[in-house]
């Protein structure tokens, strides 16, 4: 499993657009993709799911990878948070 | 004639026929699946067809669309893709429901979903799930795309953003909404296009189909089954209205200057972070009142810091250099929050509130006066402190507003060391020692709603005694004047914030007196700089006011 934190910079959290963006590329891999925050868990493919996280500013989440192109996948979308969220 | 009334979105006036819209399909549970292949064939082909026709609007559109109204077409894209939805739908299929039961039990479980994530942005967009839902919903019952064929008085239920942005607007004259809320995406939609709207309550009724219609935005009112008279008459209060909003729009780049030359800054009053757009900050001169408590109100807990932070920090950052003051809470038992655990008083008004409270709670007022530091740091930050009577109650929010700096300078969090910290002037008390409260404030503003109800000893909530109050009072003018003049002398500078701030009858007077700030609903701003650039101070008789 590959994994990577981060602390959220958007005012609004993981929200729809930029989210949605995300899920594009995160369709792109095999992997599993799944956001922690706290307790609660989303599959990175999933708008509802992130969405309902309720993360905002300054919420610590974690991204877990696992698969074949796991190591790609995070890459990309690690590449993305940082620059949008 | 008829008449239909209700509470105004957006003042204007519309002329059309009347077209009925209700934009979701209720699901009939008695119908029965006609087989999961055909109902899943029947739901794929029905929302191909809604990403295809939302695909559209985003392409035809996207030049003239605000980012914020993209967004919302945006985020109504990817949740048609979403899989959260597919997997919904397809469960309720497998079940045996048709395509229409699928995907209104799969609206409710995602809108339930999203109102559980304890966050209200999130929770917010619950409408965007039930506007796309409805949209197949729609499609499946083979509803057209709503068109407008001539000028349209559209009486909407439930009205989407998408439906709405698909319209002529050419066409669209006039709105009545119903079952949709001031602050929801459609209301703010109609608001930025300008459409004459107002919501009202109860349902739709049918008989008003094809009827020629007149619509008073401002008014909140439809006429129907008028005669010729009535309509010369609203045509002629249309042509009027427009005249007068070109004319006023010509103030929009404009300071407030007197025909003599003399200047005074006009500003917005608001309630809620929301309430601050861009669109405000390019007209008025700042905001003069930001009115923190309802930051508290509507909660069941107080709010924590960060989340004032966020409030504040978003009304500084809009308004960039032009000035925000905001007034630390002013809660008590007629703006009541029921975590405050406030007993139940005889004469709330001169009861327990605001910084009387602030002196039992200090942690209370330290968190507040820590988001409002932090805040500090992204703009140009004022904070007022209202309820003031005598200098230990200043020298008290000014010691624990350096408290509160202290502690955030220890904990390398940025501020400006240079906030001003003022004080509303709206007891008659504070008004008359206004020259030692001068030497400590850093500015004055007179509230007069308060300062007019305590000076005539008249409760401004009871309908018994409203007949006798008289904001023009001399007695309050004369406090006023003295407020300013002390003010003046201490070289600090004084404002009003109230409903008296566009008063037309007195803004000569605060003018001739001096008043450098007025602020006031932003509606009134305009109005307000254009009565001012009308009016030469030399030409101001005092004794008119006060002798």
């Known amino acids: 499993m590959t994994s990577f934190e981060y602390e959220l910079k958007d005012p609004n959290g993981l929200h729809a657009r930029p989210a949605s963006e995300m899920i594009k590329i995160a369709k792109a891999y095999k992997s599993t993709i799944t956001i922690v925050f706290g307790t609660k868990k989303a599959d990175a493919k999933r708008l509802f799911a992130i969405m309902s996280l309720g993360t905002k500013q300054g919420s610590q989440v974690r991204f877990d990878f696992d698969g074949e192109d796991e190591k790609e996948a995070c890459t990309a979308v690690k590449a993305f948070v940082e620059e949008h969220f | ?275 601050a757009t861009a669109d405000m900050a390019s007209f008025s001169d700042g905001i003069g009142l930001f009115r923190s408590e309802f930051v508290y109100l509507d909660r069941s807990d107080y709010p924590d810091e960060e989340t004032q932070f966020q409030a504040y920090k978003k009304v500084v950052e809009t308004f960039g250099k032009k000035r925000t003051i905001i007034r630390t809470f002013d809660i008590g038992t007629d703006k009541k929050a029921d975590y405050f655990h406030l007993p139940d008083e005889d004469n709330p008004a001169l009861g327990y509130r605001s910084i009387r409270i602030c002196r039992d709670r200090k942690d209370l007022f330290l968190t507040q006066l820590r988001a409002l530091c932090r ?89 018994n005694v409203a007949r006798f109050s008289n904001p023009h009072h001399p007695a309050v003018l004369r406090l006023m004047k003295l407020t300013a003049d002390n003010a003046h002398k201490a070289g600090i500078p004084v404002g009003i914030c109230g409903e008296l701030g566009h008063d037309e009858y007195l803004l000569p007077f605060f003018l001739k007196i001096g008043i450098d700030e007025l602020s006031m609903v932003s509606t009134y701003v305009l109005k307000t700089k254009a009565m001012v650039s009308e009016i030469d101070t030399g030409k101001v008789d005092l004794d008119k006011y006060i002798g």
């Open chain 2, 1 to 275: 004639m008829n008449r239909l009334c209700g509470s105004s979105l957006f003042a204007g006036y519309g002329f059309g026929r009347i077209v009925i819209h209700r934009e979701v399909v209720a699901a009939k549970t008695e119908e029965k699946s006609q087989g999961y292949e055909a109902e899943k064939a029947r739901y794929e082909k029905a929302r191909q067809q809604v990403i295809t026709e939302t695909q559209e609007l985003k392409d035809r559109e996207a030049g003239q669309l605000k980012e914020s109204e993209l967004d919302i077409i945006e985020a109504h894209l990817a949740m048609l893709d979403d899989l959260d939805l597919a997997d919904l739908v397809d469960a309720g299929l497998q079940e045996g429901k048709t395509a229409e039961q699928a995907i209104s039990s799969a609206s409710d479980s995602l809108c339930q979903m999203l109102e559980s994530s304890g966050d209200e942005y999130i929770a917010q967009r619950a409408t965007d799930v039930k506007e796309i839902t409805s949209q197949i919903a729609g499609a499946l019952a083979g509803r057209k795309a709503l068109v407008l064929a001539e000028p349209t008085i559209l009486a909407a239920d439930n009205l989407g953003v998408s439906t709405l942005l698909s319209l002529n607007r050419k066409l669209l004259s006039g709105i009545v909404l119903y079952n949709t809320g001031k602050t929801s995406h459609t209301s703010i939609v109609i608001r930025s296009l300008g459409i004459p709207c107002f919501i009202a309550s109860g349902d739709i009724d049918d008989s008003l189909a094809g009827k020629k219609a007149i619509l008073d935005g401002g008014k909140g009112e439809l006429l129907t089954d008028f005669d010729s008279r009535v309509e010369e008459e609203y045509s002629k209060k249309a042509e009027d209205y427009k005249a007068e909003q070109i004319r006023l729009e010509s103030f929009r780049d404009k300071p407030a200057v007197s025909k003599d030359g003399k200047h005074i800054e006009v500003c917005c009053n608001i309630a809620k972070s929301e309430d």
């Open chain 2, 375 to 463: 805040a500090s740091a992204y703009g140009n930050l004022a904070i007022m402190i209202p309820m003031i009577m005598d200098e230990s109650e200043l020298d008290y929010a000014i010691e624990m507003t350096h408290e509160a700096q202290a502690q955030l300078k220890k904990e390398n969090i940025p501020f400006n060391p240079d906030m001003k910290v003022g004080i509303m002037v709206e007891t008659p008390a504070a008004a008359v020692i206004s020259d030692r409260l001068a030497k400590k404030a850093a500015f004055f503003s007179i509230g007069t709603n308060d300062l007019t109800q305590y000076t005539l000893a008249i409760d401004r909530t009871n309908e």
